[in-house]
């Protein structure tokens, strides 16, 4: 988490988690896992429906999900998933 998406997640910048390797685990399915495990501050920042709001830009390895599926990408062993916020209050 970066440029203050952090704050969400009990100020914690960097996780390493392990999912159930029973199951195939796309973007959506790790975002209701986040909301119902490690969100721990106003979801409505973070999330809008199914999905991170606007304003949260989502890098799968360095790559913009938007060029790679979005919320249909299936997450690889050791995938680094960064989520910046872009949103600040003036």
Do not use: C
Not at 19 to 44: C, F, S, V, Y
Not at 68 to 74: S, V
Request: proline share 3%; charged share 20%.
């Amino acid at each position: 988490y970066s440029a203050g998406a952090e704050l969400l997640f009990g100020n914690i910048k960097s996780r390493q988690i392990s999912l159930d390797g029973k199951q195939k685990w796309t973007i959506a399915n790790l975002l209701k896992w986040m909301h119902a495990n490690i969100l721990t501050e106003r979801p409505e920042l973070f999330l809008q429906g199914d999905t991170v709001r606007p304003g949260i830009l989502v890098l799968i390895n360095d790559t913009d999900w938007e060029l790679l599926g979005e919320l249909e990408y299936e997450l690889q062993p050791n995938d680094n998933v960064l989520f910046i916020s872009t949103l600040h209050g003036g």
